[in-house]
């Protein structure tokens, strides 16, 4: 029996941000799942780094599942051509099924949303709600702020050095794409 496909769900803008390699970037992973035959768990919307991953990924030939609440289908136009797209009732019940369908998170650059997004799954991870892993694309630094701020509640004794550690922070999107396949791929052994 085929095992099941890995699951990726992905946090990123909702806009397109001022920096062109973030675009390419969302777009090569979007094609890397594709290519890789995974699924790819987002948003449901069409704009801003969001379309981009889910449009590159659907053309690559990837499975791709959005989740949107009706509420904002005009406002990130719910994306048509989706293999399943799932209009839920509120913020709460689409983050939710988004962190369900995950085997592992990715944060790409993005804006408040992808910062609350990204906080609900390491904070369920602080607290053992769930084990997945959760990758940070960190291109030019990005993320390095919000490490440096995590950073500083460590040394203030607000959180403890593993949770930190948890989260995978990598430099590229190579280096995303091989941690992706060490957590997630095919066995080798
Ligand atoms: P942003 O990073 O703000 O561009 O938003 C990225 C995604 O996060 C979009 O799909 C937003 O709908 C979603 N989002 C925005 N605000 C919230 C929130 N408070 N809770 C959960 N998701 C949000």
């Given at each position: ?17 001022q920096d062109p390699a973030h675009i390419d970037d969302a777009a ?139 989260w995978h922070v990598l430099a590229n999107l190579e280096a995303l ?13």
């Amino acid at each position: 029996m085929t095992p099941p496909k890995p699951s990726l769900t992905v946090f990123c803008g909702s806009r397109h941000g001022q920096d062109p390699a973030h675009i390419d970037d969302a777009a090569a992973l979007g094609r890397w799942i594709g290519e890789q035959s995974w699924h790819l768990v987002y948003g449901g919307g069409n704009v801003g780094l969001m379309g981009e991953i889910a449009r590159a990924a659907l053309q690559a030939g990837a499975e791709v599942t959005g989740i949107i609440p009706e509420s904002l289908m005009k406002r990130e136009v719910g994306l048509d051509g989706l293999s399943r797209l799932e209009v839920v009732s509120d913020m709460a019940v689409r983050k939710q099924a988004l962190i369900e369908l995950a085997d592992a998170f990715v944060v790409l650059p993005g804006g408040l949303g992808t910062l609350d997004e990204f906080f609900e799954v390491a904070t369920l991870l602080q607290l053992d709600y769930h084990r997945k892993p959760i990758l940070l694309l960190n291109r030019d630094g990005f993320w390095d702020p919000l490490i440096a701020l995590v950073q500083r509640q460590v040394h203030a004794g607000f959180v403890s050095q593993k949770e930190l550690d948890a989260w995978h922070v990598l430099a590229n999107l190579e280096a995303l794409q091989a941690r992706c396949l060490a957590l997630l791929g095919p066995k080798t052994s």
